[in-house]
């Protein structure tokens, strides 16, 4: 029998968060394919939070490249890829 298992509490604070926990929000956040919903999920950052933290995390001209790269993205949001 194969089941899930149950997901830890996301910390509320990213300042709670892991080194681990850190880097795969920045991998999920650069990833096209992932929602913001998905990173919610699964740390309890929404949008304005993710954005936020990759702003602290990343150097100046990084940020700068991924929030081009994000704010035209239909794909980092789960209700966009719906209407697809």
Same mark, same amino acid.
């Given at each position: 029998?194969?089941? +899930?298992?149950?997901?830890?509490? +996301?910390? @509320?604070?990213?300042r709670e968060l892991t080194p681990g ?14 929602? !913001?919903?998905?990173?919610? !999920?699964? !740390? ?8 936020? !933290? ?26 966009? @890829?719906?209407?697809?």
């Amino acid at each position: 029998m194969t089941g +899930a298992r149950p997901l830890p509490p +996301a910390p @509320l604070d990213p300042r709670e968060l892991t080194p681990g926990d850190r880097s795969r929000i920045i991998e999920m956040a650069w990833a096209d394919d992932v929602p !913001f919903e998905a990173i919610q !999920f699964q !740390f309890g950052l929404d949008e304005s939070a993710v954005i936020r !933290f990759m702003k602290q995390s990343l150097k100046a001209g990084s940020f700068r490249l991924w929030r081009r790269r994000v704010e035209g993205r239909g794909a980092k949001h789960q209700r966009r @890829l719906a209407v697809r």
